[in-house]
Structure formats: C-alpha cells, structure tokens
C-alpha cells in the first residue's frame, strides 16, 4: 500500500511520532531563535542558485560548513530534494522560459556539455557529449556523443530509443529559427554559422568566428536543451507543458502556482544517479512565505537575500550548510538617447557620477557587494579592477551637479516596473539624484507595460532589473549597435562602430589573457564614448541547506546549477 | 415574489454584462503586451505577431469580445496563454480552496462576530464589552496582510512551525492537515469582518434592548436568555445579514493578498498572477466569476430577509 492509499487514520497514527519530534525542535529552535529580520519580495529566476548540484563550488564561494560528501561516505539511495523559489513556473517551454520552469527543462533534458565561465575550476563536464575539440580553424567543434543516452518513460508516444545527433541539430534548428523567439536566438544568430550531423553520434558546429564562449552558450540551460526531434515536432504548445527528454529526471507533476516534483528516469545513462527518489520544487508567493517553509522544515535549502539574514538563519538553526558566491545578477539604468536629455553626454555622465554605489551596497546588499562597470566583478578576469572602475565612474555629486547645470537639466523622468524588489532603488536613486540637483520623477508602471515600452524602446529611461549574463560578451551586447537582442529592441539607440568592433574583438579572442585585456580595453572605451546603460553593482549571493543534503555544491548564480541535481543525495536514516 | 426575482436575475446580468465590458476594455487599455510577457525577452516580432494571432489579439475589440463572450456562455474557457494550462483545469483544481477559505471565514465571522457582539450589548460596560469593543478596533484598524505575515513569521521563527505552505489539502482525506492549512489564513482573512459584525450586532441589541417589546417580554417574567436570544436577537440580525451577505461577495477579493501570503493555490492567487502576467483570458473569466458570485450573494440576501423579517415583502 503506498503512502496514497493508507488512511487517514492510518496516517494519523504514523504522523504521532513526527508531531512529538516537531515539539521537541520547536523547544530548541525556541531557545536559539533570532532577531526577526527584513526579508522582502523579489523575483527569484536562477539568480541565487540555490538548488545546484555536482561536486565543485564556484571560484569565491565561501563559508560551507555541510558535512559534504567525502571517498569514505557512499551516497546513499533515496529520499527526497525539496527546494523552493518565488515566482512562477510560467510553463515549461524548453527554449524560451524565463520564469522557474527552467529548473525543470535542466533536470529533464541533456545538454552536449556543462561548463562555465563563472567556474572555470569545475571544467567542462560531459553530458550529452562524451569528448569535444575545437578544430584547428578555431571555428569548427566536433561533439562526439554518448550511445546510450535513452529517452524517458512517457505518455506521449516518444519512443524511448537513443537521443543522437538528429535530435542535437533538430535542437539547433529550432533554436536559431527566429521566428521561433528562443532564449539562445541572440547569440546562435550573433556568432553560430552552421552545424550538421555527420553520423549519430558526432554533431559538429562551426561558428562565425572564433569565440571565445562557445562551450558556455551551449551549456546555457536557458539556451540550449536537447530534445528529441519528435518531440520537438509536437509544437510550441505541447512543449510548454510538459517534457519528454533524457536527462536524469522525467516529470512526475507539473502544478502552475504550486511546483513540480521530478523523479529519475528508469532510461538514464549513469546507473545509481540520480540518487534521490524525488526532486521537488516549492513555489512560494514571496520571499517571507519561502523563507518561513524552510524554517518549519518544509524545505531543504533557502536563499536569504543578503549576509545578514544568512547569519540569522544559521545562528538560529545548527548545522546548516551556508554558501555564499559572487552573483551575476545587477541592477542598471538604461537611458533612451533618441529622447532628450539623454542625447546630451554630459546628462549621462553626470548620472553616472551622481549614483553613489556605496549606499546601494550598503542600505540593499547590506554591505555586501561589489560595485560594477559595464562587466560584473563575477567575471573576475574581464571586469575592470576596482580601483580603475572608482576613476572611470567616481561618485562626484559636485561634479554631477555641475554638468547637469552645463547641460540646462533640472529634472527628468524614468520608468521603472512596480516589482516590490525595486522600491529601494527608486528611493536612493531619486535621492541621489536630488543631491547633485536634478529631481528625477519617478514613473511607475505595471511590469507588463513597463516590459512592453522597454522592449519597443519608448520607455524615457528606466531602472532595469535583474541583469544577468552568463558570459562577459552578453552583457556588452547593451552597448552594441541594435542593443541586447541587435534588432533594435531593448535598445538605448547607441551605436558607435569602434565600440561595435571592441566588441567582437573581445568576443573572438581565445587566449584568456588577451581576451581580459580587450573586455578591459573595451570598457575604457566605452567610458569615453558616456554610455546609456549603467550598472550599479553586483551583489553577492547566498544559500543554506540542511546537513543531510549531500553533494549541494554551490555554483552561485550561473545557468548551469540545475543540470546537476542528479549528484545530490539526502544523508537520512 | 417570483416576479421579484425574475426581475433581480434581469438586472443582475445586466449588471454581469457591464462588467464584462469594463474588464474585457480595462484589461486592454490598461496597456502592456501579453504576447511580449509571456514570449520573453527574445521573441522576434514574427514569433509576436504569430501569438497574436494565435489568441486572436490582432482582431478588432469587438470581434475579441464577441469571441469572449461565445466561449464563456459555452463554458469553453480556454487556456492560459501564460501556462498554457486549461482555465477549467485550474479552476476546478483552484475553487475549493478559495470556497473553503471564504467558508471558514464567514464560519469565523458567524460564530464569533455575533455572540460576542450580543455579550458586549447584554453586558454594556463591563470588562467583556470592552474586551470586544477593543478587539473590534483591532480587527478593524490593522491590516490583514500585516497580521498575516506575523503569524506565519513568529511561530516559524520561534518554534520552527508553519502551516503546510505549498500542497493543496483536502478537508476529506486530510481533514487535520487542511485545518492546520486554513485555519490560520480563514481567521486572520476573518478579523476585519468578525469586527465589523460585532460592532453592528452590539449596536443593533443596544437599540432592540430598548425596544417595547422588549420591555414587555421581561414584565411578561421571560428568561432573560429568551429575552435576548428570541426577542431581540432575531430582530437585531436584519441589517447583520446584509452586511455578510456583502462581506462574502468582497472575500474572493479579499483573498488575494491572504492567498498569497499563504501560498495557498486558490483564486485569489490565481487571478493575481493573471493580471500581473495581462493574462487576459484568465483575469476576465476570473473577474466575471468574482462579479457573480458578488450578485448572487446579494440575491440571496435579500431573499433571506423576507424569511428573517415577515413585515418585508416583495412584489
């Protein structure tokens, strides 16, 4: 009889023991509680990466006090992970999801590889691909795949036969076929030429030109999943809602408002993995409802919003595993400079200067954060040093007073979306701006409006949230001709060819220090050039598990943490 | 009487027809890109323009709104152009949980809004009318949202305790765990209402108490319970029932916030996210079934009042 079936009085009866245990905590947890503390709203996406898996911690991350596996400790089989987040699902559509559905597409589907620049340290780990090589053109990369890559289990008349090559350029295919508005379009277009399928186990691609991330787009688990090529031709529709893949996981429930709960799939590859029973995932209205479930034990890790609640929370409960790590998620204000003042250099700079990064820093991230250039302090190598970035944008409210004098500006608008998380910035933004003499009138916007004039451009100028860019060339992709996407939508109207070329150069050089020096070379430029998007910083971010969550490593806030859940197991009696 | 409801049930759809009206256009002017949200940051114009229409946003209002209209009296809801996932689907998973929710509330309201509202009449200044009278300016000052969050935060940070805050219990199969889920949120979504009623039971009793007839039951040597309960009770709730019948149609509204802060998978949620995510087919189903129930729960109100009152008829 499974746990289904039985009774509720039957139920009733096995639960005494668990209510017992229940107030017996609650005494503890009585004694060693802390201050409450400010939690607020904000949208979760894959910003803190807290659900990530696999052995290596990102570069930076610090403090784990997890009894983490060691050779003497075999995993253990069974049990469940239970994670949460705020937001929505937003369904499943594997190429074109925003929204915490993407934890799902990672688990589910394969990708050829799994790597990030963001951990240079963990290397190139092979999924789909057992090896892969760049040719000696530096454009050609051949994958060779795994022959016993075996779709899942499904109602939807898939059959479970090997996942191959087809299935890998049917992927492509889909992916760079514009009228499809997939999340990976902007780079496939930007820099992939061709790729085809010699034989069922080698997928080769050739890009462009060289470039230099070619192994994280395709890890990108926004970007780039593989799915069979019948499934595929299901449609957009059937793909949004539910998965057919190969990957470690395969659906058990999809619940809109609610989560999904995952469990292995009986076809996969890796024998023994994964090794819990179920991968579950919470969703929670906010971040207070998140937070309260992990401490009534309803969950197995959280991310807090900064240092000090992490140091509540672990003062609160012994023996949590705390993780924190550079984040690649920012915030920035984006200028549209066909609209006045912002055609005028000397209102952006002025701007620039007038922004006092510190107090960010201090009043949002708690004292915990960088502040950024055009490229987050994440990327170590490609950021400007800190010292440099405090010359090219210093907080001069004096000297920002007197250029927005020069330039006849005493106040301006700007949008922003009325996102709960955003409060804070409108309110120091504003201030900021009001002591280097302009008053900036604030507009808020519901985010649906407030995303539709942003993307047709026609917003006057707005607090942009949630920047997040896996590679550094992304992330300057705002200052190039045509903006983010380069069709002119998102864009500030910048353009400026020498920046353009800046650009590519970076993007096409491989050999690391070179290409360090080029993103460094190229943000200097575009300090002369007084660009329309500017980054205020980077803040840190942090996660708690519980002890028994085994093999939680911690891979900040890059776009690979899902695909390694398989690596977690539950150390339970 | 029959030709008095006949002529409410006229009125009401005329009622439920303007409505739809104003959300179908509210919706639309209220500006925002549907297509644009849910396609994400990278959809091609093309990819905008085939969504479009797909759900048939590129037709003129009207055309739109007949469709609307066609699909809702043929109980074809559609799906969520968000999820993707049926209206019906999510609506009948959804329903129970804003119905129980709404019905704990008025259960609490009920039960204690009016005897205590009789105590603190019978007993006028006394430490038990005090009592009620500050806990009615409590109920009635503080905000939900802000009660909420404290009690779901101190148990949680205090003893490691919440509510089940993300399964959907059923009060057949778990009845222990889904008073453990909706007691809490039925009682605080209650504090505003029970206050009120309290309020208005006292001041009703206060004035009936007064009453002739009252004073005739007492010389007559009735039981003071009888006195208070049969006499001046009955006669005090008229304008008590009116201002349920009100309260339960505002819940679903209500509960928006309360359902969140819950993570409870109801209505309330439901249409929240819709209209953030301009989620059209959803938040006009949505909003027109919240329209409903709103008239209807004040048909039936005033139905009751002939049963409550015999001196009121209707013709």
């Known amino acids: ?573 | 009487m029959t030709r008095y409801i006949i002529r409410r049930l006229a009125l009401a759809a005329l009622i439920l027809w303007v409505v739809s009206v104003a959300v179908f256009l509210l919706l639309r002017v209220a500006g925002g890109d549907p297509v644009i949200i849910q396609q994400g940051f990278n959809a091609t114009p093309e990819r905008i323009a085939a969504v479009h229409k797909e759900l048939h946003l590129d037709e003129p209002y009207y055309q739109q709104y007949a469709r609307w209209m066609k699909d809702m009296l043929t109980f074809d809801l559609g799906r969520s152009s968000f999820t993707g996932v049926a209206i019906t689907e999510e609506f009948r998973a959804r329903l129970p949980v804003s119905f129980q929710l709404m019905l704990m509330t008025m259960a609490w309201t009920i039960l204690l809004g009016i005897p205590f509202g009789v105590i603190s009449a019978v007993r006028r200044n006394s430490a038990p009318d005090y009592g009620v009278r500050v806990f009615a300016v409590f109920g009635l000052s503080v905000p939900a949202f802000w009660v909420a969050t404290l009690v779901l935060m101190i148990p949680a940070e205090q003893w490691g305790y919440a509510p089940p805050l993300n399964k959907t219990t059923s009060i057949f199969s778990e009845p222990w765990e889904n008073i453990r889920q909706l007691g809490p949120p039925s009682l605080v979504l209650a504090l505003a209402p029970m206050a009120s009623v309290m309020r208005l039971t006292r001041s009703q009793m206060l004035e009936v108490l007064r009453a002739d007839y009252v004073r005739t039951a007492r010389a007559k040597g009735l039981n003071e319970r009888v006195v208070v309960i049969r006499h001046a009770l009955r006669n005090s709730l008229v304008p008590v029932i009116t201002v349920l019948g009100l309260q339960f149609s505002g819940l679903l509204g209500g509960s928006v916030i309360i359902e969140s802060i819950f993570n409870l998978r109801g209505l309330g949620q439901y249409i929240f996210a819709a209209i953030l995510q301009k989620d059209f087919a959803v938040a006009q189903t949505l909003v027109m079934f919240t329209a409903g129930t709103a008239v209807l729960s004040i048909l039936v109100i005033d139905i009751l009042y002939v049963f409550l009152d015999p001196r009121i008829k209707y013709t």
Not at chain 1, 64 to 73: F, G, I
Not at chain 1, 172 to 182: E, H, L, M, V
Request: charged share 20%; glycine share 10%.
């Open chain 1, 1 to 573: 009889m499974t746990r289904e079936e039985k009774s509720y009085w039957e139920r009733t009866a096995m639960r005494s023991l668990g209510r017992r245990r229940l107030l017996g905590g609650a005494a503890l947890a009585g004694a060693g509680a802390a201050a409450f503390g400010l939690v607020g709203c904000g949208d979760d996406d894959d910003d803190n990466g807290g659900n990530g898996g696999g052995d290596t911690p990102v570069p930076g991350a610090t403090g784990t006090t997890a009894p983490q596996a060691t050779p003497t400790m075999a995993p253990k089989k069974g049990g469940a992970f239970t994670v949460g987040g705020t937001g929505t699902i937003g369904g499943v559509a594997p190429f074109s999801s925003n929204y915490g559905g993407v934890r799902a597409i990672a688990s589910c589907y394969n990708y050829l590889i799994v790597n990030s620049v963001l951990a240079p340290k963990m290397g190139v780990i092979y999924d789909l691909a057992t090896e892969h090589k760049a040719e000696a053109d530096n454009i050609t990369w051949v994958f060779k795949l795994r022959a016993d890559a075996k779709i899942a289990p499904n109602k939807f008349g898939i059959a479970e036969r090997p996942l191959d090559a087809d299935d890998v350029k049917a992927s492509f295919d889909y992916i760079a076929d514009k009228a499809n508005g997939t999340n990976g379009y902007a780079p496939f277009a930007q820099y992939f030429d061709k790729w085809d399928a010699p034989d069922k186990q080698t997928f080769r691609l050739i890009t462009k030109k060289p470039y230099a991330y070619t192994e994280s787009v395709i890890s990108n688990n926004l970007y780039t999943p593989i799915l069979p090529k019948e499934w595929i031709a299901k449609g957009a529709a059937q793909l949004k809602t539910d998965i057919v893949g190969a990957g470690a996981f395969m659906v058990k429930s999809i619940t809109e408002g609610q989560g999904w709960e995952l469990v292995p799939n009986p076809n996969y590859w890796e024998k023994g993995k994964p090794y819990v029973d179920a991968h579950v995932y919470k969703l929670f209205a906010d971040q207070v409802t998140w937070r309260t479930a992990f401490q009534a034990q309803q969950i197995d890790s959280y991310d807090p919003q900064n240092a000090d609640e992490m140091k509540e929370l672990v003062k609160a409960e012994k023996g949590l595993s705390q993780f924190s790590g550079p984040s690649i998620s920012y915030n920035s204000f984006w200028m549209n400079i066909k609209q006045k003042p912002w055609d005028d250099p000397r209102v952006r700079r002025a701007v620039n200067m007038a922004i006092n990064r510190k107090e960010y820093i201090d009043l949002i991230g708690r004292g915990s954060g960088e502040p950024i250039g055009p490229i987050t302090y994440a990327f170590e190598a490609e950021a400007l040093p800190d010292d440099e970035l405090a010359k090219l944008q210093p907080f001069d409210a004096g000297g920002a007073k007197k250029l927005f004098q020069e330039a006849g500006v005493s106040e301006f608008k700007f949008q922003h979306p009325t996102a709960s998380n955003i409060a804070d910035y409108v309110t120091i933004f504003v201030r900021q701006m009001q002591a280097a003499g302009v008053t900036a009138k604030a507009e808020p916007l519901d985010a649906g409006t407030w995303y539709g004039q942003y993307q047709n451009s026609s917003l006057t100028a707005s607090l942009s949230l949630n920047q997040q860019y896996n590679t550094p060339d992304l992330a300057v992709t705002w200052y190039r001709t045509g903006g983010i996407t380069g069709n002119d939508r998102f864009s500030t109207g910048f353009s400026d060819p020498e920046v353009d070329a800046a650009i590519d150069k970076a993007a096409s050089t491989l050999d690391a220090k070179e290409r360090a020096k080029a993103y460094h070379d190229l943000q200097r430029l575009l300090y002369k050039k007084d660009p329309a998007f500017i980054n205020f910083f980077g803040l840190r971010s942090q996660s708690v598990a519980r002890p028994h969550v085994m093999n939680y490593p911690y891979y900040g806030a890059t776009n690979i943490n899902y695909q390694l859940n398989k690596n977690v197991w539950i150390n339970k009696a």
